[in-house]
Nanobody, 120 residues
C-alpha cells in the first residue's frame, strides 16, 4: 500500500489550501482515513479523520475551518483547509487504516509529509 500526498505550500494567514492523498497498491478495504500534522518541537497530532461510513472527527483547533472528505471508489482523502492560521504550520501526513487483502489484519499506513506554511 502506498500513499501519495499533495497540495501543501505557502499561504498567507486567512488563506486556503487543499491537501489530497491517494492510496494505491493492493488494497482490499480502508476503514479509516485521516490527516495528522507535526509542527517543529511538537508531537504528531490528529487533525481530521473519517471512517468508511463517513463519520468525521476533528481536532478542536480546526473545527469549523477544515473539512475532510473521502472518495471510496478512488481511495482518496482530501483536507480542505480554510481560514488558515500561522499555528497551522506543520508537516501534514496522510494516514489510512486498511486491509491489503481479504482476511488480513488491519494495517496502519502513512504517506510522506507535505509541508504547509502559513505566514502572518
Amino acid at each position: 500500500v502506498q500513499l501519495q500526498a499533495s497540495g501543501g505550500g505557502l499561504v498567507q494567514a486567512g488563506g486556503s489550501l487543499r491537501l489530497s492523498c491517494a492510496a494505491s497498491g493492493s488494497i482490499f478495504s480502508i476503514d479509516f482515513m485521516g490527516w495528522y500534522r507535526q509542527a517543529p518541537g511538537k508531537q504528531r497530532e490528529l487533525v481530521a479523520g473519517i471512517t468508511s461510513d463517513g463519520i468525521t472527527d476533528y481536532a478542536d483547533s480546526v473545527k469549523g475551518r477544515f473539512t475532510i472528505s473521502r472518495d471510496n471508489r478512488k481511495n482518496t482523502v482530501d483536507l480542505q483547509m480554510n481560514s488558515l492560521k500561522p499555528d497551522d504550520t506543520a508537516l501534514y501526513y496522510c494516514n489510512i487504516v486498511a486491509r491489503a487483502h481479504e482476511g488480513d489484519y488491519l494495517g496502519n499506513y502513512w504517506g510522506q509529509g507535505t509541508l504547509v506554511t502559513v505566514s502572518s
